[in-house]
């Protein structure tokens, strides 16, 4: 149990840090207009760690002139707190906020067990609460089976390549030369050094990187989940990152690791909870070919070269791949679709995405850095077509480094867009 002359102090701390905010200067994120301020369920926001959870937060409570008490307990000192520490957390926020203070922002709140119970008897008396946390088991499974129907989920991602321009004031309407260069080139930076907000003004990302990576795998995985073998989860860990883009084989990888295939497939859910990776299933009508031969994204580019013996290639291919793959989860999450890779058999040529609306397909996407020759222009167009009959859609895009335009193949439209534009709409 935690005195509560430490929690009142390091609440009165991070109160003085909140008053000097100013949220004027910083970057709109798309996911502000997911906030339901009136509505009586918890506000949730879910996100790997550093994506600007906390940011968001402060920045639409600020904006819209709320008055909130605020806990950050991802701090040392509040390490080891319990379930009936939190209405000692509660006593210090009336005491230093006032009792009638309408708002409750609760920062990473994963690590307290029974956290769900204490919030759920705060809604009950009709506190607004805003809850964030950087583990997606225990959020969505916990508030699934506590808070049904309670609570408003928000998945928040590092910048995308529209928010990363805004930070870095990059002209992205201009027509002329200048402009169109300034925004090749924030490209081409945004796919090696990726989108955390607190990276863009650094010079050492690599150390930032790898202490993101080590606080994820000791803080998210190893201290939740009581993990013993350390090395072999940065082992898979940087397998994947390292294969990002590739369908996940875990009879290879536990021959090449060195590691039983249970533990790889146990450790990459584990991943993939902690945000690091995000898992893309393959697009079937029958459950039990959707979760086989899943493929492993990363969550930002930037996990791909600022790591210790990385050695990851120049593809830039696969890191358009994976921009797209997260940027499309940005925007399906405002309509609740889904997205899928389509592979119709081992030797089928396969679509990169589709995005569903339950068991419709809506758009098929190829996406290709290249297709200047026809070699490339063929394989990528090629296998839209073949895709377009069997998923009975017509919506074909192809997403590549090449002028926007439309092309029309065997009686079939492909809208071919630039992946700057397509990136910035």
């Known amino acids: 149990m935690i005195e509560e002359r430490i929690i009142l102090q390091v609440l009165a701390e991070q109160r003085d840090e909140v008053a000097g905010y100013n949220p004027a200067g910083w970057v709109s994120r798309r996911e502000e207009s997911m906030f339901e301020f009136d509505s009586t369920m918890a506000q949730v926001?879910?996100?790997?760690?550093?994506?600007?959870?906390?940011?968001?937060?402060?920045?639409v409570l600020l904006e819209h002139g709320i008055r909130y008490g605020y806990v950050n307990l991802d701090d040392d000192r509040l390490l080891g707190m319990e379930a009936k520490d939190l209405n000692t957390v509660l006593s210090c926020i009336y005491q230093l906020y006032g009792t009638d203070v309408p708002y409750l922002f609760l920062d990473e709140i994963q690590d307290v067990d029974g956290w769900h119970l204490f919030v759920n008897r705060l809604l009950r008396s009709k506190m607004r609460i805003f809850v964030t946390g950087s583990n997606a088991?225990?959020?969505s499974s916990e508030l699934a089976t506590h808070l049904t129907g309670r609570y408003n989920e928000?998945?928040?991602?590092?910048?995308?390549?529209s928010e990363y321009c805004a930070y870095h004031q990059v002209d992205t309407s201009g027509i002329t030369t200048k402009a169109d260069a300034a925004r090749k080139s924030a490209f081409m930076d945004y796919i090696v050094t990726g989108g955390f907000p607190e990276l863009q003004s650094l010079r050492n990302k690599?150390?930032?990187?790898?202490?993101?990576?080590g606080a994820i795998l000791e803080k998210d995985i190893k201290r939740r989940f009581k993990i013993r073998n350390m090395d072999a989860l940065r082992k898979i860990a940087n397998h994947l990152i390292n294969n990002t883009c590739q369908e996940v084989n875990y009879d290879d990888m536990s021959k090449i690791l060195g590691i039983s295939d249970k533990t790889c497939k146990k450790y990459t859910d584990y991943l993939r909870q902690a945000f690091?990776?995000?898992?893309?299933?393959?697009h079937s009508f029958k459950s039990k070919n959707r979760i086989r031969s899943p493929k492993a994204y990363i969550v930002d580019p930037g996990f791909q070269n600022n790591r210790e013996n990385s050695m990851a290639g120049e593809n830039i291919g696969w890191r358009l791949e994976n921009v797209v793959y997260i940027e499309l989860l940005r925007r399906c999450a405002y309509d609740f679709r889904d997205v899928y890779y389509y592979k119709a058999n081992p030797r089928a040529k396969e679509v990169d995405f589709v995005v569903?609306?339950?068991d419709r397909a809506l758009e098929l996407i190829q996406v290709a850095y290249e297709i200047?020759?026809?070699?490339s222009y063929n394989r990528e167009t090629s296998a839209l077509i073949q895709a377009a009959g069997p998923l009975h859609c017509d919506n074909l895009t192809l997403i590549a480094f090449s002028p926007t335009r439309d092309v029309e193949i065997d009686?079939?439209?492909?809208?071919?867009?630039?992946?700057?534009?397509?990136l910035l709409a």
């Open 45 to 59: 926001v879910i996100g790997v760690r550093r994506s600007g959870k906390s940011t968001i937060c402060h920045k």
């Open 356 to 358: 569903c609306d339950k």
């Open 154 to 161: 928000i998945r928040l991602y590092p910048f995308s390549f």
């Open 372 to 375: 200047d020759t026809p070699k």
């Open 137 to 139: 088991k225990l959020l």
């Open 276 to 282: 690091l990776i995000q898992i893309l299933s393959k």
């Open 411 to 422: 009686g079939k439209t492909i809208h071919i867009v630039s992946a700057i534009e397509w």
């Open 206 to 213: 690599r150390g930032y990187i790898e202490s993101l990576i």
